[in-house]
C-alpha cells in the first residue's frame, strides 16, 4: 500500500536508484519529462501496466506510450520505416511520438497497447526519464501522472495532489519546459493524431485526424485534461462565479501570456488550470487562444478540457 502522500525526491542518482528499484519490482514512479510529468511503469512487464491502470482510473482501451532510451531500444519495440527514422533523425530525443508496427517478437506487454498491433514510441528529451530508462533497464510505459481525465501535471506538487495515496514515489526535476504532452503522429498514413509542441507547420505533409470514434493513440478521448469545474472556452471577459484565465489583451485572474507568446502560453496551460480548479469560483473561463503554431495544441487540449463529462 503506497502512503497517503507520495514521497517527492530531488532529481539526482539517489532518487535514480530508489526510482529504478521499485520500477524492476513492479511498481510505478512520477517522473518528469520535457512535455508533462509521466507515471512509469516497465513496458514489458503485464502487471505493472496494469499498476498504471489502476492509478489512474484510465480505460483499458486507452493505450500507453512507451519511452525509448535510443533507436536501438525502440528497433526491439517497432518497425521504423524511411519515414519513421527521418522523423527520428529530426526530432529525437524530443517531444514527438510515434504510432508505428509492433515488431517480430516485441517485448512491449499487450496492455501497454490495448491490444492494438500498433505502438506508441517515443525518445524523451529529459535528463529523469533518460536516466530511469537506463538505470531501470527497461522501456518505460507512461501516460501522465495525474487522475485520467484530469489536469495533466507540470510539477511534482500537481502529481503528489493527483495520486496521493496511489504512487509510492515522485522525482522532482522542476517544471516542464514544454508543458504540453508530445505530439503524436502516425508516419504511414501522414496523420497527426495528436497536436502538440512538434507543430503541424514542421510537419509537412501531414494532415490532422483520426478515425472517428476509434481511439488508437493516447489522448484522444473527447473529455481530457478536465478540471473539476466547467470550462468556458473564448471568453473577453469573466462572468459571475468564473475565474478567467486570459491570453494577450484579454486580462483576467491568471494568463497564459499577458504578451500573446504561445510558447509560453503552452508551458503555462496545465498549471494556470490547476491554479483555476483550487479557486474559489465554481467555474472557469478561458480567453480565446489562436490556431496556428502551438495554439492549435492548446486549442485542442482546452476543448477536451471543456467537453462535459459522461
Known amino acids: 500500500m503506497s502512503p497517503a502522500n507520495p514521497r517527492i525526491l530531488p532529481y539526482g542518482e539517489a532518487a535514480l536508484g530508489e526510482a529504478a528499484a521499485l520500477i524492476r519490482s513492479g511498481a510505478c514512479v512520477a517522473v518528469p519529462t ?8 516497465d513496458a514489458t512487464d503485464s502487471d505493472a501496466v496494469a499498476g498504471i491502470y489502476a492509478a489512474k482510473g484510465r480505460p483499458s482501451f486507452n493505450p500507453l506510450i512507451v519511452h525509448v532510451a535510443d533507436m536501438d531500444q525502440a528497433e526491439t519495440i ?9 522523423l527520428a533523425a529530426r526530432f529525437w530525443p524530443g517531444p514527438l511520438t510515434m504510432v508505428l508496427p509492433l515488431a517480430e517478437g516485441s517485448p512491449v506487454a499487450s496492455l501497454v497497447t490495448a ?5 506508441a514510441l517515443r525518445m524523451p528529451d529529459h535528463r529523469a526519464m533518460q536516466g530511469l530508462i537506463h538505470a531501470s533497464g527497461r522501456p518505460l510505459a507512461a501516460p501522465s501522472a495525474n487522475a485520467s481525465g484530469g ?16 504512487i509510492p514515489l515522485v522525482i522532482d526535476d522542476g517544471a516542464t519546459s514544454a508543458g504540453l504532452e508530445s505530439t503524436i503522429v502516425e508516419s504511414a498514413t501522414h496523420r497527426i493524431l495528436r497536436p502538440g509542441p512538434i507543430t503541424a507547420e514542421q510537419l509537412p ?29 473564448n471568453a473577453l471577459t ?14 483576467g485572474d491568471d494568463t497564459l501570456s499577458a504578451t500573446g507568446d504561445l510558447r509560453e502560453a503552452a508551458a503555462r496551460l ?16 478561458i480567453a480565446p487562444v489562436p490556431q496556428h503554431g502551438l495554439g492549435a495544441a492548446i486549442r485542442d487540449r482546452l476543448a477536451r478540457a471543456a467537453h462535459p463529462r459522461n
Request: glycine share 12%.
Open 34 to 41: 520535457e512535455t508533462v510529468y509521466g507515471l512509469a511503469a
Open 78 to 86: 517497432a518497425r521504423l520505416d524511411a519515414e519513421a527514422r527521418a
Open 115 to 119: 491490444g492494438l498491433p500498433t505502438v
Open 151 to 166: 489536469i495533466s501535471p507540470t510539477r511534482a506538487a500537481h502529481v503528489a495532489a493527483s495520486l496521493a495515496g496511489r
Open 205 to 233: 505533409g501531414y494532415g490532422s485526424g483520426s478515425t472517428p470514434g476509434a481511439v488508437t493513440a493516447p489522448g484522444q478521448l473527447a473529455s481530457h485534461y478536465a478540471p473539476s469545474k466547467p470550462v468556458r472556452l
Open 238 to 251: 469573466a462572468a459571475d462565479g468564473e475565474w478567467l484565465i486570459g491570453f494577450g489583451d484579454v486580462e
Open 270 to 285: 496545465f498549471d494556470a488550470l490547476h491554479r483555476a480548479d483550487a479557486s474559489d469560483r465554481p467555474a472557469i473561463a
